[in-house]
């Protein structure tokens, strides 16, 4: 009778499979940060896969699509996907832009009417000519 080798060839191939995984998630992760272009053939190449098995594993793969279209819409972009601005992020900042925006337009239509306001005492006691800068009426 045979002995059965089934579990160890089982065991042996899990966790091949996982190294695979891990040497191909790393592989990607060191490709978005570098800012270069993520394909198949260069993720295949740096994990030392093949291109069939990563289309075989479809988180990789959908991985893989989303970082490419994302090089592709911006080539000479060069944050990690995880580093990007996220949407909600912007349009938190565009608010505060504008509420800043709005707080400095209110600040110059005060500082405006003050200054109406002084150089309006000025000519009224008799003053105005004499500030620098200013010509003689």
Known sequence: MRADNTIHLTTAARRRHELTRS??????????????????AIVAKAA?????????QP????????LRSLHHRAPAQAVPA??????PSLLQRLEIANARNRELAEDNQRLRRQL???LGELRAIGMAGRLPGRADP
């Open 23 to 40: 040497k191909t998630i790393q592989a990607l992760r060191e490709l978005d940060a570098s800012g270069g272009a993520v394909t198949f």
């Open 48 to 56: 030392g896969v093949s291109r069939s098995w990563l289309y075989t």
């Open 59 to 66: 988180d990789i793969r959908a991985e893989i699509q989303q």
């Open 82 to 87: 995880r580093q990007r601005t996220t949407d």
């Open 116 to 118: 109406a306001q002084t």
